[in-house]
Nanobody, 127 residues
Framework: QVQLVESGGGLVQAGDSLRLSCAAS????????MGWFRQAPGKEREFVAA???????YYADSVKGRFTISRDNAKKMVYLQMSSLKPEDAAVYYC?????????????????????WGQGTQVTISS
């Protein structure tokens, strides 16, 4: 059974950078599709970024050019490097896994494709 643990959240100022990490279990991590989602108070959980088993990446328009998703298969880690943070980026950030590795291209992923979720890490941004 795949388990995910996020870390790296915290309080930063607008314009700062922050890197989130997600540690995954599972023997075949390199075959997983991975994603980051976020949920702000009173809003639905929304897609942020995804990386496929082929290391194809895809981003929400709101973070494109500011956020970078990456993975280290040897360490079973996924990262979300966030820069030029804005107050509207404040949310609980969730790591998600598709342990079936459904898609070669990350742009194919939708929220329903991810079957395993972490507990989330809070990102707070002061303006």
């Amino acid at each position: 059974q795949v388990q995910l643990v996020e870390s790296g959240g915290g309080l930063v100022q607008a314009g700062d950078s922050l890197r989130l990490s997600c540690a995954a279990s599972g023997r075949t991590f390199s075959t997983y599709g991975m994603g980051w989602f976020r949920q702000a108070p009173g809003k639905e959980r929304e897609f942020v970024a995804a990386i496929s088993r082929s290391e194809s990446t895809y981003y929400a328009d709101s973070v494109k050019g500011r956020f970078t998703i990456s993975r280290d298969n040897a360490k079973k880690m996924v990262y979300l490097q966030m820069s030029s943070l804005k107050p509207e980026d404040a949310a609980v950030y969730y790591c998600a896994a598709d342990s079936l590795g459904k898609y070669y291209h990350a742009s194919s992923y939708r929220r329903s494709d991810f079957g395993t979720w972490g507990q989330g890490t809070q990102v707070t941004i002061s303006s």
